[in-house]
């Protein structure tokens, strides 16, 4: 197996390069972590506050070299090296797993800086490029969409998380049955407080972003969908386990989320 990254609107594949990652050679991804905890005295026996900060470095490696086993030139060694290293913010690294007829296997999504670009020399020039890669959290993310049956008021399914917190996804809702406008429900039974109640409007599709409580169709606005107190409302998220979706409405609904894993080296899941 052997992977094609993408990065600040390149691909390793621009530069017709496969990438691959060293096991001996990678940053331990095991997680550890230090407990913080408030005052505990005689007449505080349980602390006020307790948390906890992750202590790894959670970056990996990554190599390229060229399909074709020629060396990498001066000027592909340097438009590599401005397309790893020049940003100065965390960019999403799209990591693409592929079997060995070049077949795309799997996906996964992380943020953060190439920290390291190193060479190999051999065969007159550079026949490797060593990157290291850190990530912003010791969390990656696959990318999920789930569209449900528009027949059916309830859904149900499963999310294989690695942590237990919320996943507030995008919803795209789309009614064309027979009424101009339906007060349409919405929620997770599996989820507290994760009923909304939409205005949703025939043959105009609804884009709502739970994560960043935003609308992201331009022919709704808050008023349109309903909503007058935004900042006391409920959004729709989704629980690591059995999530079961109830609308009173059958419609078309596609669900857009991202499912945290645990950094480290590159693996196959």
Known sequence: MYFEIKYRGKSSEDFNAVVFTNNTDTHNSGLTRTVTKGVISDINLFPSYSYAVFNNDFSFNLQMFKKDNTVFSEIEKRKINSWLTSCKYSSELEIIYKDCKGNEQNNIFYKGHFTDVTYEIGNGGIVILKTVFSPDTPYGYIKNTLSLSSDKTEHTFEIDSDVDDYIYPTITLSWTGDEDMINLLIKNNNAVNSAMNINLYKGIPAVIDCERMIIKSDSYK???LGWSDTGNMNWLKLVNG???????????ITLDYKIPIKAGEPYEF
């Open 222 to 224: 808050f008023s349109d």
């Open 242 to 252: 059995t999530n079961t979706i109830i609308t009173d409405h059958a419609c078309d």
